[in-house]
């Protein structure tokens, strides 16, 4: 945050950073979904390395070959599902929970 906060005020966006930072502090869903889309893009990784290693089973399961629009689909929503969620439970959660971050 504060590198953020630098590069904005050499840039003279210093009213920008603090819309970007009260944002951040309103999206408190935002640092667990991030986690999971690169979950998400770990594991598509592997599998894309397994494919590109002509690896087609592993045991009895075969290799899943993940698109690009599941992706993209996958990730707009779990992203989207998160900020709602910040937006209309983040008003009720305890103030621990948004402190925390």
């Not at 999206?27 to 979904?33: I, K, N, T």
């Not at 002509?54 to 399961?61: A, D, E, N, T």
Request: hydrophobic residues 60%.
């Amino acid at each position: 945050m504060i590198l953020t906060a630098n590069a904005f005020a050499l840039l003279g966006l210093r009213q920008l950073f603090l819309v970007v930072e009260a944002l951040l502090t309103r999206l408190v869903y935002l640092q667990p979904a991030l986690a999971l889309v690169l979950a998400f893009i770990g594991v598509k990784l592997v599998l894309e390395g397994l494919r590109g290693s002509h690896v087609q089973h592993l045991g009895s399961l075969d290799v899943p070959e993940i698109g690009i629009l599941p992706s993209l689909a996958f990730i707009v929503v779990l992203l989207g599902v998160a900020a709602i969620a910040s937006l209309t439970l983040g008003a009720r959660a305890p103030a621990g929970r948004q402190e925390g971050r």
